[in-house]
């Protein structure tokens, strides 16, 4: 097997606005294509490892064991969620490490992306209609690990009450049967949408 260049270890930390899901959706997407594999490790770990290199004739081999990868670590904070990606061994690691920070933190001004800063104001808003005629499920607190109240439909009226990060408390129902819990905001639409530049 042969490597050129000279391996070097980057780190870098970084706050996104999209849940680790999408992430690694992304990652997959962009990094994990031959000769590099992606592998999710867990619910906050992926890994992207280069399986096969060139050989000294120009042929494919596969790597036993892979000293060109790149690691990505989510953990959810009050900003977002909070992304580390160390990129060990050839340049082509980090430039694959690159490329997803620079896809995933460009796009939160962006309006058109779904990697953009959702903020979704107090009052009334409807679920997405990707989830039409499903359950979604009511967290009990601004965590994936909370417990889980009644599952809400997307003909349930819901209030935005208040935004934690890329949480939104919500009153789900009315009256006596109405429950709080809170809903990632990028599953959230405001019944009522802002106007830009001043036009309606």
């Known amino acids: ?3 050129l260049g000279r391996p070097r ?17 992304v990652a997959e997407q962009v990094m994990g294509l031959p000769p590099f594999s992606f592998r999710v490790i867990d619910g906050n770990t992926a890994e992207v490892a280069q399986v096969l290199a060139n050989g000294f004739f120009g042929q494919w081999t596969k790597v036993k064991k892979p000293k060109t990868k790149v690691r990505i670590e989510c953990r959810l904070g009050d900003r977002g969620t909070e992304l580390t990606i160390v ?21 939160e001004r962006d ?4 990697y953009r800063l959702r903020t ?10 990707s989830w039409a005629g499903t ?16 599952p809400v439909r997307p003909a349930s009226p819901l209030r935005a009450i208040e935004q934690k990060g890329r949480w939104v408390l919500v009153q789900a129902g009315l009256g006596e049967g109405s429950q ?12 009522v949408l802002a106007a830009r530049g001043g036009q309606p």
Do not use: K
């Open 135 to 150: 359950g979604y499920p009511l967290f009990l607190g601004p965590d994936y690990q909370a417990a889980r109240g009644l």
């Open 180 to 191: 709080e819990g809170w809903i990632e905001a990028d599953q959230l639409v405001p019944d």
């Open 9 to 25: 270890t980057n780190r870098w930390v970084t706050t996104v606005h999209v849940p680790a899901r999408e992430v690694f959706a």
């Open 111 to 114: 309006a058109a992306t779904i």
């Open 1 to 3: 097997m042969l490597y």
């Open 87 to 107: 990129a060990q061994g050839q340049r082509s690691a980090t430039i694959r490490a690159l490329n997803l920070i620079r896809i995933l933190t460009r796009g």
């Open 120 to 129: 979704i104001s107090p009052g009334p808003c409807t679920l997405v209609q």
